[in-house]
């Protein structure tokens, strides 16, 4: 193995678990988010060598994650139903645990419940911490539609989950 390849392997072991853990907060499926992060990894390999030396490994294979889940969007869609249920009463967790699973779950549904579009300006604008416009960049599309898309989520993620009312955006200031 070439010093290139122990560099990369290196990235994978050291990122893996991050991209993944992007990748599911925006497909909202286990196996679909490692799919994603499975030919981002691949995309970014071939690239490897022109990206190793610029430190930009990680940005590129999650702006490649970005660009094929906008893509997935684009396909005809397909009626998915996605099960999930509440954890048994007969659980025998402390409360405490049972009710940050429930309010876990809860939200996680929330999530999965907006649109593929909202969920990706989601992650990216509040799991990611990322701009307006650097989501804008990275999705390909307006400030504005990032600012609409946002809107509409958290609206649509208040009435779901009432606890989310008291959380306030940051307007006008790009973040």
């Known amino acids: 193995m070439g010093t290139r390849d122990d560099e990369y392997a290196t990235f994978v072991r050291a990122r893996s678990h991050a991209l993944v853990r992007s990748a599911y907060l925006l497909t909202g499926d286990q196996h679909l988010a490692e799919d994603l992060v499975q030919e981002a990894l691949a995309r970014t390999h071939r690239a490897w060598s022109r990206l190793h030396e610029t430190g930009n490994a990680e940005a590129y294979a999650r702006r490649i994650m970005y660009h094929l889940q906008v893509s997935v969007w684009r396909r005809r869609k397909v009626a998915e139903v996605l099960p999930g249920d509440l954890p048994d009463a007969s659980d025998r967790r402390s409360h405490d645990d ?3 699973i429930t309010q876990r779950m809860t939200v996680e549904r929330a999530l999965r419940s907006l649109s593929p579009r909202q969920r990706a300006v989601v992650v990216l604008r509040y799991f990611e911490d990322h701009t307006e416009a650097e989501a804008a960049e990275m999705l390909g599309v307006s400030v504005s539609t990032i600012k609409t898309q946002t809107a509409r989520a958290l609206e649509h993620l ?3 989950v009432p606890e989310l009312r ?3 955006t940051t307007e ?3 973040r």
């Open 172 to 174: 006008g200031t790009g």
């Open 166 to 168: 008291e959380f306030r």
């Open 158 to 160: 208040r009435k779901l």
């Open 98 to 100: 049972a009710e940050s």
